[in-house]
T-cell receptor, first 110, second 114 residues
Framework: SQQGEEDPQALSIQEGENATMNCSYKTSINNLQWYRQNSGRGLVHLILIRSNEREKHSGRLRVTLDTSKKSSSLLITASRAADTASYFCATDLYGNKLVFGAGTILRVKS | EAGVAQSPRYKIIEKRQSVAFWCNPISGHATLYWYQQILGQGPKLLIQFQNNGVVDDSQLPKDRFSAERLKGVDSTLKIQPAKLEDSAVYLC????????????FGPGTRLTVL
């Protein structure tokens, strides 16, 4: 069963715009991670936010975590064509065992 | 540093045949994972090793899937016999520690079962 559910399933924006993806989960977590997957490639880790953190930044990425609502969001600012990929949230329940959602497909048009 | 290596990249087999995938994790990474990613879905953990011991194999279909990590480094995942529903990308990942840290993924092996 999938713990995390991303929303929207697909997102299409123009280069330079911001992209926001949301993730909801069902049970308590140790941390939540976001990964990117380019077509035909493996996953690349973007950011890890622990359960006692509320917001984290990395370059053009901003992640928020609301444990009371069991939700997280990933914001990509000033998007580029190279950001076109699938984005997955993954919840770490225990022991670094990650449960991935189905992902959001982001398309950035140049 | 070199990333996680996997081979082969692609494999096409007939149902009921056997297939094996190989993974070489990042040097020094004690924890190794095998995931199955079906088209349009997120990866699903099949098995997790800590050094050469199994930490979690609760979602591994043990009647047909097996995995080993000899000497705590390389790992192989085998399917015998394969079914049509095994068509997927098999991803190997590794992490430095067992808890609370990022996983590094290999490029995956795309398996097609005909």
């Amino acid at each position: 069963s999938q713990q995390g559910e991303e929303d929207p399933q697909a997102l299409s924006i123009q280069e330079g715009e911001n992209a926001t993806m949301n993730c909801s989960y069902k049970t308590s977590i140790n941390n939540l991670q976001w990964y990117r997957q380019n077509s035909g490639r493996g996953l690349v880790h973007l950011i890890l936010i622990r359960s006692n953190e509320r917001e984290k930044h990395s370059g053009r990425l901003r992640v928020t975590l609301d444990t009371s609502k069991k939700s997280s969001s990933l914001l990509i600012t000033a998007s580029r064509a190279a950001d076109t990929a699938s984005y997955f949230c993954a919840t770490d329940l225990y022991g670094n065992k990650l449960v991935f959602g189905a992902g959001t497909i982001l398309r950035v048009k140049s | 540093e070199a990333g996680v290596a996997q081979s082969p990249r692609y494999k096409i087999i007939e149902k009921r045949q056997s297939v094996a995938f190989w993974c070489n994790p990042i040097s020094g990474h004690a924890t190794l994972y095998w995931y199955q990613q079906i088209l349009g879905q997120g990866p699903k953990l099949l098995i997790q090793f800590q050094n050469n011991g199994v930490v979690d194999d609760s979602q591994l279909p043990k009647d047909r899937f097996s995995a080993e990590r000899l000497k705590g480094v390389d790992s192989t995942l085998k399917i015998q016999p394969a079914k049509l529903e095994d068509s997927a990308v098999y991803l190997c990942a590794s992490s430095l520690l067992e808890f609370y840290n990022e996983q590094f993924f290999g490029p995956g092996t795309r398996l097609t079962v005909l």
